[in-house]
């Protein structure tokens, strides 16, 4: 019964525009930037190297499918969570709009099992976007520009990685994007259960972010203590693999503290929602 209502939730999800929206946002914006980039590609490319061309020759493919797809990923991954949290925090909020909610309680699943299938069911929806993403990133940036060592320029240098070093770091950056994800996909879902209309989550979520992000940015001894917790901290985790050699210690960190966040804004939906008064 769990599966049969996380596959009414896709149904559901796959019947609002909005789902959509964050699909065509990816495909528009990734395909101006590889049309950039191959008409103006040089420019960035000069910047890229020119600190380091006294000291350093660079030969072969540097504008290539691997940078591109970097570059492409540093851009896009902290506008994403928007296109997730449009559509995970409508997933309870915009029942309770609808008055549909009652109807749902009716079916012989219980509230918990109710919470779960629409968390499951953003899970997949946040996969399927990451997917299209890394599709267009990885895939058609290789198509377009060729393969060849990546280039990643860091504070204090210029890491490069071998051609043959790269794939399986995507692999992985992928997988901590999604977790990142993930985390605002479960605040969104959150804030839904204790939202009678749809912007609110939305708004709520993107507005702890942008908090989050200040707090994090700024140089105040007294968020010195809170700063390694904040999820907004970790949301480029993924960046870590692109690290040479890969500070594994503090990519695991990131990780224990997304998955804390998880586990803890879940717990606090089926809470609520199990507590949820549908009568007024």
Partial sequence: MFFKST???????????????????????VGLILVAMKLEGGLYISLLTGPFEQSLIFEGNVLNGNLVGFIILQMLIIHVPLLIAFVTGDLISGEAAMGTIRMLLTKPVSRNQIVLSKFLAGCIYTLIVLLW????????????????DLMVLKSD????????????????????????LIM???LSLTLSCFSENSIGPIVTTMGL?????????????????VRPYLFTTHMAAWRYLF???????DLWFSVAVLVGHIAVLLG???YKFKRKDILS
């Fill in 268 to 270: 606090i939906g089926l």
């Fill in 184 to 186: 605002i996909a479960t």
């Fill in 209 to 225: 972010i942008l908090l989050f992000t200040i707090i994090g940015s700024i140089e105040v001894p007294l968020f010195d203590q």
């Fill in 7 to 29: 596959y009414n939730e896709l149904i559901k999800i796959a019947a609002k525009p909005r789902s959509y929206l964050g699909l065509a946002a990816i495909t528009l914006i």
């Fill in 133 to 148: 993403l890394a599709f267009l990133t990885v895939v058609v940036g290789q198509w377009l520009f060729g393969s060849g």
């Fill in 243 to 249: 690290d040479d050699p890969i500070q594994w210690k």
């Fill in 157 to 180: 240098g210029l890491v490069v990685l071998q051609e043959g070093d790269v794939a399986w770091r995507f692999f992985y950056g992928f997988i901590v994007a999604f977790l990142s």
